[in-house]
């Protein structure tokens, strides 16, 4: 079946530090992939997506490269902020099928 | 477009008794998804309906949960009774997702926050 798999957080930055969020997963034929994004208190909101190889999405300085030889769709950013501080879901959907989400990954940045 | 609607936002109750959650999804959007959120399971799809019909009710959690779809504008998931662990966020969710279109993400409402007492 299909499935994702997030490194484990936390993950705790200094402010403009390199991020990379690592997301990998498993599934038949050709996925789209997204990055979700949840803000303390609120629901989830679209960070990102890509639906073919190669792809890259991004969005608010947020990029992440749909690799179907690693089956990764890693998150990165250059330079974090403290208000990027959120949990960060890895998601798939298939064909005619639901979407399946990661275990989300806690960013805190501090200043 | 106003988004996912639901309400109420906050619900505190009493063990033993009925809870009903409700959902107004995207206008348009022909899939909809009822979510639980804890610090401990993380977050979990309880059911999903296509076009108003449930089809995976797999991760209701047992028989106190239900969940209806009377049309395309509205949805309930229903608790009853209530016990304290069911405490958690609720989110209901829409996607337009017919055959061919599986790049449509999903939009989520802002949740329902149900503390059990």
């Known amino acids: 079946g299909n499935s994702v798999t997030q490194m484990e957080g936390p993950v705790t930055l200094s402010e403009e530090a390199f991020l990379t969020i690592n997301c990998t997963y498993t599934a038949t034929g050709y996925p789209s992939l997204f990055w979700y994004v949840q803000y303390p208190g609120e629901g989830l909101q679209l960070l990102l997506k890509a639906t073919k190889a190669d792809d890259k999405g991004s969005n608010k300085g947020f990029e992440a490269t749909y690799r179907k030889e690693t089956t990764s769709f890693h998150l990165e950013k250059g330079s974090v902020q403290v208000s990027d501080s959120a949990v960060y879901f890895c998601a798939l959907r298939n064909y005619g099928q639901n979407f399946v989400f990661g275990p989300g990954t806690r960013l805190s940045v501090l200043p | 477009d106003a988004g996912v609607i639901q309400s109420p936002r906050h619900e505190v109750t009493e063990m033993g008794q009925e809870v009903t959650l409700r959902c107004k999804p995207i206008?348009?959007?022909?899939?909809l998804f009822w979510y639980r959120q804890t610090m401990m399971r993380g977050l979990e799809l309880l059911i999903y309906?296509?076009?108003?019909?449930?089809?995976?009710d797999s991760g209701m959690p047992e028989d106190r949960f239900s969940a209806k779809m009377p049309n395309a504008s509205f949805s309930t998931l229903k608790i009853q009774p209530s016990e304290p662990r069911d405490s958690a966020v609720y989110f209901c969710?829409?996607?337009?997702?017919?055959?061919?279109?599986?790049?449509?993400?999903?939009?989520f409402g802002p949740g329902t926050r149900l503390t059990v007492l």
């Open positions: 969710a829409s996607s337009s997702g017919t055959s061919g279109r599986r790049g449509n993400e999903q939009f």
């Open positions: 309906f296509n076009n108003n019909v449930p089809i995976d």
């Open positions: 206008s348009g959007h022909d899939y």
